[in-house]
C-alpha cells in the first residue's frame, strides 16, 4: 500500500510561485505514473500534470503550460510541482496521485492512489 503527502501549499499573490512537493511512504516511485490534479470549490477535479518516473516524460493542462513545471528526485523520492506566474483561478487543493502504468494518465479514474491535497490559494 502507497501512502502520499503533499506538502508546500499556501497563499500567494497573484504572479507568484509556489512548490509543491509529494512523498511516498511504504515504497519507491520507481515504475509508477505520477500525477498533479486540483480540485476548485464546486468542480470536479481536473488534470494538472503527470510524469513517467522511469522515462521522465511530462505531460500537462494545456492552462499551466509554460508556467508549472513537474520533476521528480531520485533521491529524496519525490515528485515536486513548480507553480510560476500564478493566477487567481489556479486557486485549488491539489492532489498528488501514482499509479503503475505508463502515462499521460489525464484521468482521476487513471490512478490507485491519492495524497490528502494540499490547499493552494492565490490572491489577486
Known amino acids: 500500500q502507497m501512502q502520499l503527502v503533499e506538502s508546500g501549499g499556501g497563499l500567494v499573490q497573484a504572479g507568484g510561485s509556489l512548490r509543491l512537493s509529494c512523498a511516498a511512504s511504504?515504497?519507491?516511485?520507481?515504475?509508477?505514473?505520477l500525477g498533479w490534479f486540483r480540485q476548485a470549490p464546486g468542480k470536479e477535479r481536473e488534470f494538472v500534470a503527470s510524469?513517467?518516473?522511469?522515462?521522465?516524460?511530462?505531460y500537462y493542462a494545456d492552462s499551466v503550460k509554460g508556467r508549472f513545471t513537474i520533476s521528480r528526485d531520485n533521491i529524496k523520492n519525490t515528485v515536486d510541482l513548480q507553480m510560476n506566474s500564478l493566477k487567481p483561478e489556479d486557486t485549488a487543493v491539489y492532489y498528488c496521485?501514482?499509479?503503475?502504468?505508463?502515462?499521460?494518465?489525464?484521468?482521476?479514474?487513471?490512478?490507485?492512489?491519492w495524497g490528502q491535497g494540499t490547499q493552494v490559494t492565490v490572491a489577486s
Open positions: 511504504g515504497r519507491t516511485f520507481a515504475g509508477y505514473t
Open positions: 510524469i513517467r518516473w522511469t522515462s521522465r516524460n511530462t
Open positions: 496521485a501514482a499509479d503503475l502504468g505508463v502515462a499521460p494518465k489525464q484521468e482521476p479514474n487513471d490512478y490507485d492512489y
